[in-house]
């Protein structure tokens, strides 16, 4: 990679908590823990920053985490909600830099590298983003930036809630050197006792370590470590578009019987999947058809053929077949869907490709996946 | 600010940096349009970060100043009005911009000039002429086959190498490499290869429809920036940082078959394929064979549709080597055989899983691979 990069870190604060706390105005101020039920063995998912003052943290059980905090109020999680936020701050992301790579609902690294300049500094860029999630969203994010994934990463950590922490270039080591080996990536529970053992517990300790004792005891792995906790790191941004699986559905204002209109509806969603699967240079061997009855019982019946296929004709067939299939007189159905699954890019329809697989030479630099 | 201008030239002005300016973008004043007083003319500019433009326009100036106003609004507007005089003034401290053309008069609510996003002076890095329709055919030879899916950055832009006397010209989306060489009026004083978003050289196609003089093209010192200027526009362009893929080695040195054909019948030809391919997977399939004693050889492009129909059409073609048989998205050939200018062409191939090159003849600036799709024959 040429020159100097600039990522950035952006992780929601509490991100399914404020999501509730959002949504009910009776939740904020107040300790929410979202979960399962502790009957049930639930674990806490996610904790509000009133609830975590209370030593609340992810992951805990939650009949735990409710005798830490009995004033707590326990939500269940919603995540078709969260899912629906998060597109939006993805959204907003995606409006600074088409480089984005999402870690999770709620976090995700940017390179701006080429956006840097005209935003005025890294800063203001960063600045600009938490300004524009909140407006979108009502939440905050903090955001944590550098030359790279690394430093980006702990910077966000760094500064939450509501964080704002911009590592200046030549400043990582010196950034990284005093806090505690846990906070790099990579670095879980095992590798920080092993380390700890070896008496090393910073990350500028970690910087100094010797070459050959970091590699018995991590392998290949122990020099990257170390080249991390040194503030360099080469990895590149890597925007993920795979997707699994393109989806149409449709619910009707009043229950439908089977017959011409829902046979309709049926074909025009084929249709659509078919152009969206064309959009994408896709095609799909499974083709599922989903129903919901007018007594919310939902069905799923698939089908899955020899050759991928982006062709209406072909999935609004097998969608029918399915239809026909399960159909009962007297069925009435408040929801109908198609699903086009088992994707496939455009190269497994017979186009080669240009540069053979796994051929490093010819991929561009940073990029191993051509 | 005091300024008057005749309508069809802000019109104009408005059209062409219109292109730049951005749709949604996490920069509100990125989707307006800068004007300003610049050295007794009227300068306007527009950004959507990844390209800036800006174009200058005659007119009377009373008194010197700058503003930023929306653009769709202000073109909308501009766009409606009579062929008149249009005179745009602000006053002092105020954020108000006030128009009046003939009988109309709008006020329109501006941003700072000064929040503007500065657009960066490129002149440092070593300046080319090139002649525009030359740049034009060469643009448009090669952009077609630049990825428009931003997951690998550095196959969106299009690879610009300067050598000697020789500007190349590549780009290659993973199934298809196009690489055009221009000849340069000057020797260029050392090697430079920089990498201009795809998008940016569509625009400056664009902009370079009517343009008679030589266009010139900087770098900045530290390749990150590009500048085009044309006759009283500029369009300035982030250039994509990263490394090209080494495609020397992806054009075939030999070849077993040889096909020469009219582009214009092999274009027809394959258009008419690729509607019943169109169903399919695109797939047009191709055979040649050399004709016996003397007689010329043929060439069929055939495609069907499952269930549907096909289709075949033959054409005389001047063949050389083994009979051969290659099947392409039929897309891919016609994308080529469009941009090439008539006269003949030649397909050369090794095999049915091997690159088509495609060669216009008598001419050596340009040269197109495409990869086969794979078929069961």
Known sequence: ?370 | MNVTCLQENLARGLGIVGRAVAVRSTLPITSNVLIATDHGRIKLAATNLDIALSCWIGGQIEEEGAITVPARLLADFVNSLPTEKIQLSLSPRSRQVKLVCARNEATIGGLDADDFPPIPAVDDGGTLEIDPKMLREAISQVVFSAATDDSRPVLTGIDLVVEGDQLTFAAADGFRLAVRHLQLQKKAAERQEVIVPAKALAELSRLLQDQEDPVRMTFNANKTQVLFALKDVELVAQLIQGTFPDYSRLIPKEWGSRAVVEVRDFLQETKIASIFARDGSGIVRITFQGGDDGTPGRMTIAARAEEIGDNSGELDAQVEGEPAKIAFNGRYLQDVLAVLDGGRVALETTGPSQPGVIRPLDNDTYVHVVMPMFVQW
């Open chain 1, 1 to 370: 990679m040429a020159g100097q990069r600039t990522i950035l870190h952006a992780d929601m604060d509490a991100f399914y908590a404020s999501v509730e706390q959002r949504d009910r105005p009776e939740l904020r101020g107040r300790p929410v823990v979202v979960g399962g039920a502790p009957e049930a063995r639930g674990v806490v998912a996610a904790a509000s920053y009133e609830a975590r003052a209370f030593g609340v943290r992810s992951a805990l059980p939650m009949s735990r985490a409710l005798r830490l905090c009995p004033e707590a109020v326990r939500v269940s999680p919603r995540f078709d909600r969260y899912g629906e936020v998060s597109r939006q701050v993805m959204a907003v992301f995606r409006s600074m830099t088409p480089l984005i790579e999402p870690l999770s609902l709620d976090e995700a690294f940017l390179d701006i590298t080429m956006q840097t300049t005209a935003h005025g500094g890294a800063e203001a860029a960063a600045r600009r983003l938490k300004a524009e999630v909140r407006r979108v969203t009502a939440l905050n994010v903090s955001i944590g930036g550098g030359a790279n994934k690394t430093v980006a990463k702990i910077a966000s950590d760094a500064g939450k809630p509501d964080g704002l922490l911009i590592v200046a270039a030549g400043a990582e080591r010196a950034f990284l050197a005093p806090l505690p080996i846990r906070a790099l990536s990579g670095i879980g529970p095992k590798a920080e006792a092993l380390l700890t053992a070896a008496g090393i517990r910073t990350i500028g300790e970690l910087a100094e370590a010797d070459a050959g004792q970091l590699e018995r005891m991590f392998g290949s792995r122990g020099v990257q470590l170390r080249e991390m906790a040194r503030g360099i790191d080469q990895r590149p941004v890597e925007p993920v578009q795979e997707r699994k699986s393109i989806s149409a559905e449709t619910t009707f204002a009043h229950d439908v019987v089977d017959g011409s209109d829902l046979r309709q509806e049926l074909r025009r969603l084929a249709d659509e999947a078919a152009r969206r699967l064309r959009e994408r240079r896709m095609r799909a061997r499974t083709i599922v058809l989903k129903l919901r009855y007018s007594n919310f019982r939902t069905i799923t019946r698939r089908a899955t053929r020899a050759q991928p296929t982006d062709e209406r004709d072909v999935i609004a067939g097998e969608a029918e077949r399915l239809l026909d299939v399960v159909v009962e007189p007297g069925d009435r159905f408040r929801l109908i869907g198609v699903t086009c699954g088992h994707l496939s890019g455009l190269e497994a329809s017979g186009q080669l490709s240009l540069w053979a697989p796994g051929d490093a030479r010819a991929t561009p630099a940073g990029d191993a996946k051509l």
